[in-house]
């Protein structure tokens, strides 16, 4: 059975009532993304995360950012346990949870990063767990409508960042180029060096500007962190 919390070394994701659970993709992907956010010092004033699940890369986000958060989460259950976990963390005060179809979302505003871990098995299997069914599946979002709501949500100059499985990346990328949104990065992840790539970061933005490309290896051969994931992680996981 799977922990009910996922503890950090600045805070706690608790995940007993959320069908998703913290994983070791999801983890990089929110630490990727908040480097490139220092990195490339945008100014990111506010971001969204859409799809939050338990909140996890939101409270990732925050970690090492001063801005204000708007996360949507269309599962009830999901939505209150997220708002129990942002509002235990040190940053609860700028940290929103709307519980709200993002497709009817209208925040008023627009963002500067736009984050998603998005429901991304399109197409295969389900699970007999309709809660499963929303969180892995696009039961409730489409990766055409995910899409159409970060191109009318972002800013000029702002980042959509979004984490896909491999099966998924290509086709994303050509969904994206019908609204203008331009791939920045692209970063494949592999569990270790014999393994295949097995899942995808892509970064877009609404300018044109030259692609980024990255390969990330989670686990060394000698079974241990790399040293790229080690450099991603240390400052969340508690024995990095």
């Known amino acids: ?20 659970k913290v994983c070791t993709d999801a983890c990089l992907f929110g630490a990727y993304v908040t480097e490139l956010i220092i990195k490339e ?7 969204l995360d859409i799809g939050s699940g338990t909140g996890l890369l939101t409270l990732m986000l925050a970690q090492k950012t001063t801005t204000q958060i708007d996360a949507v989460e269309i599962d009830e259950v999901a939505y209150q346990q997220a708002a129990n ?10 940290l929103h949870i709307f519980n709200d179809d ?7 505003k627009k963002y500067d990063c736009i984050i998603s871990n998005p429901p991304f098995f399109e197409d ?33 100059d702002g980042i959509f960042a ?12 050509e969904e994206a180029a019908k609204l203008n949104l331009f791939l920045h990065k692209k970063v494949l992840v592999k569990q270790t060096p014999t393994h295949d790539f097995f899942r995808g970061i892509l970064i877009f933005s609404n300018h044109s500007s030259t692609l980024m490309e990255e390969t990330i290896t989670i686990k060394n051969d000698t079974g241990n962190y790399s040293e790229r994931f080690e450099e991603l992680l240390k400052d969340y996981y508690l024995y990095l």
């Open 1 to 20: 059975m799977p922990n009910n919390y996922f503890q950090f070394k600045q805070f706690t994701v608790y995940q007993d009532r959320c069908a998703m």
């Open 41 to 47: 010092n945008i100014a990111a004033s506010n971001i």
């Open 85 to 94: 976990n942002f509002s235990e963390s040190p940053w609860g005060e700028r």
């Open 102 to 108: 993002i497709t009817a979302f209208r925040p008023g």
């Open 124 to 156: 295969d299997l389900k699970s007999v767990d309709k809660n499963k069914n929303a969180a892995k599946h696009d039961t409730t979002l489409t990766l055409q409508q995910l899409l159409s709501v970060a191109n009318a949500f972002i800013i000029d």
């Open 162 to 173: 979004v984490l896909l499985p491999i099966h998924r990346v290509n086709y994303c990328m």
